[in-house]
């Protein structure tokens, strides 16, 4: 009788230390889920993680709403740098006029938005949140002038090439945006300046 009490208690531990491993294995990949769930409601949400799941912090177990926020917007302003390199990187090969002013206009453009981008870097806290995202919105739409300061050149690689890259910064804006929002809903919802943008010759 006491063998069998003995094998019973035995059989009870083993199967509770099963479901603890269980729950921590299931918690484990919870972190993951909530990536890809906060990542889902935002307009790109595959672009949103294959760039999250980049960024060591966005990608750790423990990463908060506003970790990813803030993933995202290092994740565009990459992007955007990429795009403006390439832009100032090709204005010193070509040689048609009307590409080199779609290359200008659009490096300009989207070196705009990376200054916005760089005033919203760092700790993004709730009082915070209204100014960073007037920020973010004034980017996003400055890169999407890119589009239309190319509209008259020529289908060339290098056309091709930029508007694509500028079009990821679209997706990562829209995304940064949309996470942002996440991060601390009812915040920056209200009106108020917009930030000073600077005037093209």
């Known amino acids: 009788m006491e063998a069998r009490s003995a094998m019973s208690w035995y059989c009870s531990s083993l199967l509770a230390i099963v479901v603890a491993l269980f729950l921590s294995a299931s918690l484990g990949t919870g972190a993951g889920a ?13 672009v949103c993680v294959s760039a999250l799941q980049k960024d060591a912090t966005a990608s750790k177990p423990a990463a908060t709403p506003r970790d990813l926020a803030e993933a995202a ?13 390439y832009a100032r990187k090709e204005m010193d090969v070509v040689k048609e006029n009307v ?8 490096a300009e453009d989207i070196e705009e938005a990376l200054d916005h981008l760089d005033d919203s870097e760092g700790g993004i806290d709730d009082a915070k949140l209204k100014e960073v995202k007037l920020f973010l919105d004034t980017a996003e739409h400055d890169a999407w002038n ?10 060339t690689p290098a056309k091709t090439a ?6 990821d910064f679209e997706k990562l804006m829209t995304v940064t945006l949309a996470l942002l929002k996440r991060a601390c809903p009812g915040a920056g919802d209200a009106p108020g300046p917009a930030p000073a943008k600077s005037s093209k010759p």
């Open 73 to 85: 917007v290092r994740a565009a302003a990459d992007a955007g740098a990429a795009a403006g390199d």
């Open 34 to 46: 909530d990536l890809k769930g906060s990542c889902a409601a935002t307009p790109h949400p595959d």
């Open 99 to 106: 590409m080199w002013q779609c290359l200008n206009e659009c």
């Open 146 to 155: 890119c589009d239309q300061s190319c509209k008259g050149a020529p289908n």
């Open 162 to 167: 930029l508007l694509a890259k500028n079009k």
